[in-house]
């Protein structure tokens, strides 16, 4: 070809090029990307398949140095871990000068807020409030869509029944109908009704799938479970998020079946795609695909890349796998050209949506950042939903709340720490916003009391502890030294102080991702301080700060008052002062049972019976020699300042047929002294099946505020539909038989009636 004809074919090629934008707005969608498609090379087509993070903020083991570059050359489509509107403006830059211009896609960890940090997931689940839940959701994604993101990898609704397992921070608990209420509020959230809206960003359900199953709550451990505990269980969260209309999904670390969930075509392929409909595309874990090969699936990248492909992975996170091995696995005929068309139609289908085509800077946008990253409204809603994932485990003599008088010492190492109020992933967080318990008691009580301070001593002394928490800064051989100090002035200030408010539990570093603990009791030195405090004979209100359930006996036989507040995000000491000084009165309840020791783990609610059930006076029957089979606050539990009452149960029927509807009536009281919130709950027991059920299994709640002297009739409707369950065949079905409904305030404390169905 004459050099003549190149220029002008460049030339003309460029036109076609800045004309793109325009184009995205007047085709639709499908034709669209089918023209663009037609233009693109093969390594075009597998960059857009490739994401990395970019050196803001790393969140794994490795990271590429020359992604800039590889973003320059058309061979990454997404970035991760890069947010701002200077930043992600600068590398869309750098892909708006390849040859298609083809937009980046930022994604991110927004887990619980974004700047506005809200609580752990664990915390804010203990809301009840499906409202509030997708509130949190919609905030983070208005300040992250003004951050330059587009994408988050949320929600995290692994069904998680072990403590251990670090990662129960991130979800909402053990309760699959719980979860799945949870899963449709969060993409709601997130996503809104349309992601063409500059204020609306991609979630990303994960991870698929099991990973909360965990054996011995060991991260990144083997998953193995019979079918029946998948689909019952574990997967309808997942599900749930799909009906929702989530745009993404994450695969999950572990194996499902013996196959890692990132080579998994059963679970990526015949599951998700064909039987529940996903159109949306699929992204590996942070390299999960390399993995595979310590999985022992496969003997290099080669073999691992050829396995996602085949499954149905869309894009490979920071695994560069795909980048480097689809063309050659194209040729050996290992996978199709149609596979990579289509996970490639899929990336490019989410950009469009999103409106990159139209405009690829349309979220960065520096003024709508500062009018709404950390706005008034936000932090306000963020006070409101800590204050409601605030559990009162435990109010003896009525301790609580406290009087706005006297002389109140804030003792414990995490009464002033920043950081650990926001909690583990809390991703663009800025811990220096953060109010701790210190500050929100001073801010509440300004000079009408006197607040004394003293931490008392180090969140943990165990270095080997402290060294694998990263996030802890190591401590200094006189900080060790200092510890008698810091005790004796802690036993000072108690002893001057008209009642003692104890900050302690784990940093948020001992939580989240890779910190799974054998022993999740307060660490041993928080535990003598707390005991020293107690010896002086001053009330002692335990403020717990934590990503998991604890085990407490020891502090709930001992201390008259206890707080559950887990890491409550940005406003966390304001809301916590909100309930200790009784603004408002604690509603929270918990949604992960709390076991006595680590040997009842896993513990959870919906156990089944056995052929044995619990029978003290028989040996052989299903329980410990040395602990009861109960655990020390059943799933559901939280108290309030006042009192609710519940009177018996009544249904308007003893017969349920498969087209009736069972109505549930129950009346609650508030015989306290103050106005407040209750969460009612609804169980059911189908007592007998095909398959065996579970002992007691949520349906259903209602969250109502009643004043003083204020009750309430509540009616719960369950049809047929409510009592289906997966058979032996996974069917999901019913069966005739007998059923007991509970209602109550938590998972034990319970009314009941019975009722058959047709
Ligand atoms: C985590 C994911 C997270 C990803 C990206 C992984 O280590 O398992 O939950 O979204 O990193 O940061």
């Known amino acids: 070809m004459k050099k003549a004809h190149v220029i002008t074919g460049l030339w003309l090629m460029g036109l076609y090029m800045a004309a793109l934008p325009v184009i ?18 093969l390594d075009e087509k597998i960059g857009q398949l490739n994401l990395l993070t970019s050196d803001m903020d790393v969140t794994g083991p490795f990271m590429k140095e020359d992604y800039k570059k590889e973003i320059a050359s058309g061979l990454c489509g997404a970035i991760f871990n890069a947010y701002t509107p200077r930043y992600t ?28 940090i809200f609580p752990i997931p664990l915390g804010e689940a203990c809301t009840w409030d499906m409202a509030l839940l997708e509130k949190s959701a919609r905030i983070a994604a208005e300040e992250a869509s003004a951050d330059g993101l587009h994408w988050t990898f949320s929600p995290m609704v692994d069904i998680a029944r072990d403590p251990r397992w670090g990662r129960v921070a991130e979800g909402v608990g053990e309760d699959t109908w719980y979860g799945v209420q949870v899963a449709k509020a969060k993409v709601k959230g997130y996503q809104g009704t349309d992601l063409s809206a500059n204020n609306t960003i991609l979630a990303c359900v994960k991870h698929f799938a099991l990973y909360g199953a965990v054996e011995a709550g060991r991260d990144y451990n083997t998953v193995d479970m019979s079918r029946h505990q998948m689909f019952e269980v574990y997967m309808p969260p997942y599900k749930a998020a799909i009906d929702a209309g989530v745009a993404t999904v994450m695969t999950a670390f572990n194996e499902v079946d013996g196959i890692p969930a990132t080579g998994n075509r059963w679970l990526l392929t015949d599951l998700l795609r064909k039987q529940w409909g996903f159109k949306g595309f699929v992204v590996t874990d942070y390299t999960s695909m ?80 500062q009018q709404v990253i950390l706005s008034a409204a936000h932090l306000q809603a963020a006070r409101e939903i800590a204050q409601r994932s605030i559990v009162l485990l435990k109010n003896e003599g009525q301790l609580l709340p406290l009087k706005k008088q006297g002389t109140i010492a804030v003792i414990g190492p ?21 109010v701790t318990l210190l500050e929100g008691i001073k801010n509440k009580l300004g000079q009408g009391a006197t607040v004394l301070y003293a931490p008392g001593g180090h969140i943990t002394t165990d270095a080997n502890l402290l060294s694998k928490a990263w996030q802890q800064p190591q401590l200094k051989q006189s900080d060790t030294a200092n510890s008698a100090q810091m005790l004796a002035t802690a036993l000072e200030q108690a002893k001057k102080a008209d009642i003692v408010v104890m900050a302690l539990g784990e940093s948020q570093g001992m939580t989240g991702e890779a910190a799974s603990r054998s022993d999740i009791s307060i660490p041993p030195g928080q535990r003598s301080l707390l005991k020293a405090i107690m010896a002086t004979g001053k009330p002692v209100v335990l403020v717990l700060m934590n990503g998991r359930p604890l085990t407490l006996e020891w502090e709930n036989e001992h201390v008259p008052a206890i707080l559950e507040t887990w890491f409550l995000g940005t406003t966390a000491g304001d809301a916590i002062a909100d309930v200790l000084f009784g603004d408002y009165n604690p509603s929270g309840k918990i949604t992960m049972t709390f076991s006595r020791n680590v040997g009842q783990i896993p513990i959870y609610y919906n156990y089944k019976n056995t052929g044995r059930p619990l029978d003290p006076n028989n ?82 709640f209602k969250k109502i505020f009643l004043k003083k002297g204020e009750s309430r009739d509540i009616v719960f409707e369950l049809g047929a539909a409510d009592l289906k369950f997966y058979d032996k065949e996974l069917h999901w079905t019913t069966e005739p038989g007998s059923f007991t409904v509970f209602v109550g305030t938590n998972s034990r404390d319970v009314q009941s009636a019975d009722f058959t169905l047709q």
């Open 24 to 41: 995205a707005q007047q085709l639709p969608r499908q034709q669209f990307i089918q023209r663009l498609m037609k233009q693109m090379t």
């Open 89 to 116: 403006r600068q590398l869309q830059e750098i892909a708006m000068k390849t040859r298609l211009k083809i937009p980046l896609l930022f994604g991110y960890d927004v887990i619980h807020g974004h700047k506005t």
């Open 290 to 369: 390399n993995e595979m090969i310590p999985h022992g699936v496969a003997k290099n990248e080669y073999e691992a890349g050829g396995l996602a492909m085949n499954a149905g992975v869309d894009m490979d996170m920071q695994g560069s796998i795909y980048v480097t091995q689809l063309k050659q696995l194209l040729q050996d005929k290992k996978i199709t050209l149609q596979q990579i068309d289509a996970a490639v139609y899929r990336v490019l289908e989410a950009k469009y949506n999103l409106g990159l085509f139209s405009d690829p800077f349309r979220y960065c946008d520096t003024t709508r950042a």
């Open 414 to 434: 995490l009464a002033d720490s920043k950081r650990d109020m926001i909690g583990n992933w809390s991703a663009a967080g800025d811990a220096a916003r953060a």
């Open 619 to 700: 040996k052989y029957s299903s329980k410990y020699l040395d602990v009861s089979n109960e655990p020390l606050f059943p799933f559901g539990f939280g108290l309030s300042y006042t009192r609710f009452t519940y009177s018996p149960v009544s249904l308007d029927k003893k017969q349920l047929s498969s087209t009736s509807k069972l109505r549930i009536m129950v009346k609650v009281a508030n015989e306290g002294n103050y106005d407040g919130e209750e969460v009612v709950q609804l169980y059911i027991r189908d007592h007998q099946g095909s398959i065996t059920r579970p002992v007691k299994e949520l349906k259903g």
